[in-house]
């Protein structure tokens, strides 16, 4: 412990909902609670109209405004000022919060969740893109997860970033983490049940290998249509939400992992991590970031995000070849390791503002 804790003041938004941005942050915000002696300001924000909904509500921001005038007034009760947020938080309200701590003399750090922060600016007018990026460079130190979001940063900005991966506790009990034997192969999504996550083209490729691969099952929430669409589908089975103490447990049951996305923004997903972690192969898309996650053959396979044909033949020879599963699943159980809480989370929070003597 600390003999002169540090007075912080700590901006990021807890679950509900329980997307993956939340599960981190409530992850870092819990850890700082048990192994720091520290006194911490916590100011849950954005603030959503409907935390509860599925999907959950938009912002409310005449709630997050207010918040954020209380934040203000926090600021000179403080050491330093640490802010976790999306790109679209942490390039408005974060910057407001940014030069607030700079007028009072504080420092103040930055954590962007996702992979790439400057995709913000696609349509913006350069003139504004400079003047966000001259306020971001106040900042004293900005973290990312990924390697290509930083390389994307200006070098000015660069010059203050840190990687650090995206994290996820290990499964407790190494019991329930044992493969159950099935009759059939079953491969596993967990995530947005959307277009962009490329659930349609995975309904259509799982679709064209049937009945030879066994059966796919579906977490998350999302598009009343593609719901609708994977559900008449033979085979595949949608389960809806699953809070993430009980999907940690239930992925070691499953056999494969796939995550077909298309966003060109995915940071290091936590469900990818988890998949990890219970030392499922995996089959995932060329997309930004995740590249960075998984290697092609070593611990999952990647193919061209889109990419019906070929998604369906990764599927195909991963349920098929019993050998090739057992190679990639333990490279999944040794790529684990890299980002584990236990290694991940005394890194971060050396970056953020707090150090441990």
């Given at each position: ?42 100011f849950?924000?954005p ?6 909904g ?140 959307t ?13 064209s ?14 598009e ?46 936590g469900v ?12 995932t ?11 092609d ?61």
């Open positions: 412990m600390t003999n002169n804790p540090k007075r912080s003041l700590l901006i990021g938004p807890l679950p509900p909902p329980w997307g993956g941005a939340r599960v981190s942050f409530k992850l870092f915000y819990d850890y700082l609670q048990t192994e720091l002696d520290a006194s911490t300001i916590h849950d924000i603030i959503r109209k409907n935390r509860g599925t999907p959950p509500g938009s912002v409310d921001h005449k709630k997050t405004i207010i918040a954020v005038l209380n934040i203000i007034k926090s600021i000179p009760r403080v050491d330093f000022v640490t802010i976790f947020g999306s790109r679209s938080f942490c390039f408005s309200y974060g910057l407001i919060i940014l030069l607030m701590s700079k007028l009072f003399g504080k420092a103040c750090y930055f954590r962007f969740f996702g992979g790439r922060p400057m995709l913000e600016f696609v349509n913006y007018p350069s003139i504004i893109t400079k003047i966000i990026l001259g306020i971001l460079g106040l900042a004293d130190i900005i973290s990312l997860e990924t390697k290509f979001g930083a390389s994307e940063f200006p070098i000015r900005i660069q010059e203050k970033t840190t990687i650090i991966p995206g994290y996820r506790p290990r499964i407790a009990d190494e019991k329930e983490a044992a493969r159950k034997h099935h009759d059939v192969i079953r491969i596993v999504y967990v995530g947005g049940i277009k962009m996550k490329g659930i349609s083209v995975l309904a259509d490729a799982f679709s290998i049937q009945p030879s691969v066994g059966e796919l099952h579906l977490f998350g929430a999302g009343t249509d593609i719901v609708s669409h994977i559900q008449e589908c033979f085979g595949i089975h949608y389960h809806g939400l699953l809070e993430n103490d009980e999907l940690r447990r239930c992925l070691p049951t499953y056999d494969i992992f796939v995550f077909p996305t298309m966003y060109r923004t995915e940071g290091h997903p990818l991590i988890e998949a990890f972690m219970a030392g499922l192969p995996i089959i898309t060329d997309v930004p970031g995740i590249n960075e996650m998984v290697i053959g070593e611990n999952g396979l990647i193919v061209p995000s889109g990419n019906v044909e070929l998604l369906a033949e990764a599927l195909n020879k991963v349920a098929s070849d019993e050998e090739l599963r057992a190679k990639l699943a333990e490279g999944a159980k040794q790529a684990a390791t890299l980002y584990d809480v236990q290694a991940v989370l005394p890194q971060l929070r050396q970056v953020l503002g707090w150090e441990k003597g």
